[in-house]
């Protein structure tokens, strides 16, 4: 089984892109992120030719974020159910193929000390909170998503620049790891320990072509599910060519 996990930065922008990486790659589950488009306008009919079940939760011009599957998706859950009134759509959650799948797209924060970056801390606890009664060490879960969180100084072309800034702060970095805390396990070190590796890079400044980038897009993974992974990487490819997103997409691979 395939799973991957992709920010689109918008769909429509990146539909054609989207579907030969698709038939290229033949991923069995997709989590994708800033669709930048509301569900009625999601292209629905261009995946389901392709032989996947979708579930979307989008927005106007931002956010949005879907799954899509090659086998049915059940126990769907549209926003982080806590009763907190979140018109920001970053948070979709459902069953398949006996896994439990959550794609979200974590809030930028824009700069630290905003009014962004404390909507961006008070979601990750919202998240952390959901996680918390749910994720069991013994029952196959994935946390799937760009997160706007480079982890650790190797998930960052330049640590000493980017130390305090936003996608980078302490702060973040702590928020993230309590949200880990809760018994997730981040399957691209899990398989590449050390070195960089990075699936964002600026559109600005020839940032790709100069490797300045950022790993900010993570799949996380209860014990049960790391024992079946077998592979895991970042498609550094699919950032090249003519109007590519800015991030790469990351894919697991398990056992069947």
Same mark, same amino acid.
């Given at each position: 089984?395939?799973?991957?996990?992709?920010?689109?930065?918008?769909?429509?922008?990146?539909?054609?892109?989207?579907?030969?990486?698709?038939?290229?790659?033949?991923?069995?589950?997709?989590?994708?992120?800033?669709?930048?488009?509301?569900?009625?306008?999601?292209?629905?009919?261009?995946?389901?030719?392709?032989?996947?079940?979708?579930?979307?939760?989008?927005?106007?011009?931002?956010?949005?974020?879907?799954?899509?599957?090659?086998?049915?998706?059940?126990?769907?859950?549209?926003?982080?159910?806590?009763?907190?009134?979140?018109?920001?759509?970053?948070?979709?959650?459902?069953?398949?193929?006996?896994?439990?799948?959550?794609?979200?797209?974590?809030?930028?924060?824009?700069?630290?000390?905003? /009014?962004?970056?404390?909507?961006?801390?008070?979601?990750?606890?919202?998240?952390?909170?959901?996680?918390?009664?749910?994720?069991?060490?013994?029952?196959?879960?994935?946390?799937?998503? /760009?997160?706007?969180?480079?982890?650790?100084?190797?998930? +960052?072309?330049?640590?000493?620049?980017?130390?305090?800034?936003?996608?980078?702060?302490?702060?973040?970095?702590?928020?993230?790891?309590?949200?880990?805390?809760?018994?997730?396990? #981040? +399957?691209?070190?899990?398989?590449?320990?050390?070195?960089?590796?990075?699936?964002?890079?600026?559109?600005?400044?020839?940032?790709?072509?100069?490797?300045?980038?950022?790993?900010? #897009?993570?799949?996380?993974?209860?014990?049960?599910?790391?024992?079946?992974?077998?592979?895991?990487?970042? /498609?550094?490819?699919?950032?090249?060519?003519?109007?590519?997103? /800015?991030?790469?997409? +990351?894919?697991?691979?398990?056992?069947?």
């Amino acid at each position: 089984m395939k799973l991957a996990t992709w920010n689109v930065n918008s769909i429509r922008a990146r539909q054609d892109r989207v579907v030969a990486w698709i038939q290229a790659r033949r991923p069995d589950i997709l989590c994708l992120q800033e669709l930048k488009v509301e569900d009625e306008k999601f292209p629905l009919e261009a995946f389901r030719g392709l032989g996947y079940e979708i579930t979307t939760f989008g927005q106007k011009t931002y956010n949005g974020v879907a799954i899509l599957s090659r086998a049915p998706l059940l126990d769907i859950e549209r926003g982080i159910t806590d009763g907190v009134d979140d018109a920001q759509a970053r948070f979709l959650a459902g069953t398949t193929q006996g896994l439990r799948v959550l794609c979200c797209y974590v809030p930028n924060g824009e700069a630290v000390g905003t /009014d962004k970056f404390a909507y961006k801390m008070a979601w990750l606890e919202r998240l952390r909170a959901y996680l918390a009664p749910r994720v069991r060490p013994d029952v196959p879960f994935a946390l799937c998503g /760009d997160f706007n969180i480079a982890p650790a100084p190797e998930d +960052v072309y330049d640590p000493v620049a980017w130390e305090g800034q936003c996608l980078y702060s302490l702060a973040e970095r702590a928020a993230l790891g309590r949200v880990r805390e809760v018994g997730l396990v #981040d +399957v691209i070190r899990h398989v590449h320990p050390t070195g960089p590796l990075y699936t964002y890079w600026d559109y600005r400044m020839l940032a790709f072509q100069k490797n300045r980038g950022l790993r900010i #897009d993570h799949v996380f993974v209860t014990p049960a599910l790391l024992e079946q992974v077998t592979g895991a990487w970042v /498609d550094r490819e699919e950032r090249k060519g003519k109007q590519p997103s /800015d991030h790469a997409p +990351v894919l697991v691979e398990f056992k069947d």
